[in-house]
């Protein structure tokens, strides 16, 4: 008999509809149930691509017997992290701080009142490498609750009051200056690896918003040494395994300094992320390479992860059948020589195994490889390649298919939606585009109220119950103020404005200019969650001081820009000390040292040839954080275009920043020359 969560929209709670485990999704009647009936609260949090989370409700929330002890002593709460990251930022902050580590499955026991007092991660059905099983771990939590109940309260209450206390220190409120980038960019040259690309040892994550900086940084100041980190870095992560040689997109990260073996699950924001900086490699360099990559990427969204509603999926897993009904991390992805002579006959399959460095002893699990794409000696046939790809991916279209968790989360749809907007422009992919408006229509009917609050996902185009936090607002008016530029459609812009000013109004503290991941309206947790650093994703943080400040270039507005400099000043505090892990701060940083430069173009139609290529133009330059309005002399739908004349009868582009403008041009090539850093 399905439990509580069979009506909810989250695919992760979903694939717990059928345990026996009698679950609650987080709800004040779940904390009501365990007050009234004075037990703990048992809260499980993972998501759904999240291999050892499957391993854990395999294991044990689909076993009688503990789901009988769990519904005897416990309230259980399962939370999808990607619908609910207050939630889990909360309960991981007091995880890592209690234990030194984090990760998922999460696994916390809460007093009746949410109050964390015991935690964990993943646990075994036996005790295993040192670890208690799960049912010690729940016949633990049962007797300290009925035969040490003080001491219980007292550890919650003490975890709490440290929480309470862990506000952050941020500096003051100046946003960082050129000393401060640059010592960002030296610590960053200290921890990068030379020989392989990237920064720091195993695991490797595809450092995407570190290289918007490095991009941006080399575009104002000419560092050559910041574009090669940045180049070269992108060269690896796209020859290696990580990168699907097949199909396109990228896997979560790599498990080996090498970029070898991945963790096979594709994340939205990570194929977002990627393909908007391989965009923005081709376009500072002219790199065939980085196109490719780009255009492969962008490809692979719209193929294997827009939803029928128009919006984007979250996830494909990691796991899949291997054929035999058992599901195996990779079994999609990888192959052995046999099978290779099998798809493609002898002669292909040896230059497939030379061009994809595919082995016979393997370098994945069982003699199967992951297919890479190695630097090495000769020239290989161009077309007979292209012949073995298409082969290939036709045979592993056969193979039983990674699930896919079809949510739509309204931030990593953001993400999507520039990078698509970008990429279609750049390479004149009109389609691109066209999958970025279709994802922002969907995200403005289905996502938005009348107030333009957000929610935070929706899934079968049913919007979910939970509000959007600020990333959610922050990355839509990033790809909203993407798509303005892009088409030329004000209608986007003021939307960006909408949910802009929802971030000032009730995500930011007035007094320090501090931001908030939750609203200062939203469900009171045991603490208001806050992290500026960025990880996976643009925190919510430089998320918005980047999405502030575009608006502000666009608009004119003091107090948008005046918000962007105060929450600058977390950047100058953490920049020059892990700038690895404030990646987009930086990059947002260095729009603000450049001004951002405002472009307005103007044509006497939108499809006038000269017009658009001034537009283009305008739209490949490679100056931090520049925005662009495009449009005819009398529209409206751009303050940047009001009083913007055409020259002599002509189209024209009018370049400001920092108060001051240039004399107008008609021509792309000095138009290009006053955009190129």
Sequence with gaps: MPNRLAHETSPYLLQHADNPVDWWPWSAEAFEEARRRDVPVLLSVGYSSCHWCHVMAHESFEDAATAAFLGEHFVSVKVDREERPDVDAVYMEAVQAATGQGGWPMTVFLTPDAEPFYFGTYFPPDPRHGMPSFGQVLE??????????????????????????????????????????????????????????????????????????????????????????????????????????????????????????????????????????????????????????????????????????????????????????????????????????????????????????????????????????????????????????????????????????????????????????????????????????????LLVRLHMDEHAALLRTSKDGRAGANAGVLEDYADVAEGFLALASVTGEGVWLEFAGLLLGHVLTRFTDPESGALYDTAVDAEQLIRRPQDPTDNATPSGWSAAAGALLGYAAHTGSEAHRTAAERALGVVGALGPRVPRFIGWGLAVAEALLDGPREVAVVGPSLDDAAARALHRTALLGTAPGTVVAYGTPDSEEFPLLADRPLVHGEPAAYVCRDFTCDAPTTDPDRLRTALGG
């Design 140 to 441: 633990g939590v049962r007797q300290a609750w009925q035969t040490r109940r003080d001491e219980v309260a007292d550890v919650a209450g003490k975890i709490v009051r440290d929480l309470a206390q862990r506000e952050i220190g941020y500096g003051t409120a100046r946003p960082p200056g050129e000393e401060e980038l640059a010592q960002a960019l030296l610590a960053l040259t200290r921890e990068y690896d030379a020989r392989r690309g990237g920064f720091g040892g195993a695991p490797k994550f595809p450092p995407s918003m570190v290289i918007e900086f490095l991009l941006r940084h080399h575009a104002r100041t000419g560092s050559e040494g910041a574009l090669q980190m940045a180049a070269d870095t992108c060269e690896r992560m796209a020859r290696g395994g990580m990168h699907d040689q097949l199909g396109g997109g990228f896997a979560r990260y790599s498990v080996d300094r090498d970029w070898v073996v991945p963790h096979f699950e594709k994340m939205l924001y990570d194929n977002a992320l990627l393909c908007r900086v391989y965009a923005h490699l081709w376009r500072a360099t002219g790199s065939d390479f980085a196109r490719r990559v780009a255009l492969a990427t962008a490809d692979f969204m719209v193929r294997e992860l827009r939803t029928a509603e128009g919006g984007f999926a979250s996830a494909l897993d990691a796991d899949s059948d291997d054929g035999t009904g058992k599901h195996v991390e990779g079994a999609y992805y990888v192959w052995t020589p046999a099978q290779l002579r099998e798809v493609l006959g002898a002669e292909d399959a040896e230059l497939a195994a030379r061009c994809f460095g595919v082995t016979e002893e393997g370098t994945f699990e069982h003699g199967a490889s992951v297919l890479q794409l190695p630097v090495q000696e000769g020239v290989f046939d161009a077309d007979r390649v292209e012949s073995v790809r298409r082969r290939l991916l036709a045979e592993r279209a056969g193979r039983p298919a990674p699930g896919r968790d079809d949510k739509v989360v309204a931030a990593w749809n953001g993400l999507a939606i520039a990078a698509l907007a970008e990429t279609g422009a750049y390479f004149d992919r009109p389609d691109l585009v066209e999958a970025a408006v279709g994802a922002a229509d």
